[in-house]
């Protein structure tokens, strides 16, 4: 028997609510790296081709920020990049929110600190993510074992009135 569409759960609102997460995790993070960094301009690259950048205008064209994309993946850490307008940039993928840390930094000699700066703060960001998760179930498993322990302290009762 094979299951109809009312049997099988619609994935579509996940996928969406997914996106969005990830879109306002990328402004959350960009905030937290700007707050860190602030000589620099940034802009995060999602790795779907067809979603918007998001962060300053860096005039990258679509073949420079999917290039930047796959070499970022490819890479471990920091990679270094040059514009075409002789500047240079460095990159960080980020695997947790799918999407790629461009920067571009106006002092060139702190280049090599500020791509730090930018790496810690990332790292930094998805600790605190983490912890909040881990916080957000401790505080759900609090309820549940509050909400158990009263069912088993009325059981008890209902116990101690029946002998």
Not at 36 to 61: C, H, W, Y
Not at 115 to 138: M, W
């Amino acid at each position: 028997m094979s299951p109809t569409t009312s049997d099988m759960p619609d994935l579509s609102d996940d996928i969406l609510a997914d996106l969005s997460d990830h879109h306002e995790e990328r402004h959350l993070l960009l905030t937290a790296i700007r707050d860190r960094a602030p000589n620099g301009k940034f802009q995060m690259i999602p790795v779907d081709a067809n979603s918007d950048p998001v962060g300053e205008t860096l005039d990258l064209d679509v073949l420079l920020r999917e290039s930047i994309v796959k070499k970022a993946q490819q890479e471990n850490g920091i990679t270094a990049f040059e514009l075409p307008d002789g500047k240079s940039g460095s990159a960080i993928f980020v695997e947790a929110l799918d999407t790629v840390v461009f920067g571009v930094f106006d002092d060139e000699s702190l280049r090599h600190y500020c791509a730090a700066i930018v790496q810690l703060s990332i790292e930094l960001f998805l600790s605190e993510k983490s912890q909040r998760n881990n916080q957000d179930l401790l505080e759900t498993q609090k309820r549940q074992h509050k909400r158990r322990i009263g069912v088993l302290e009325s059981s008890y009762q209902e116990l101690l009135e029946d002998n």
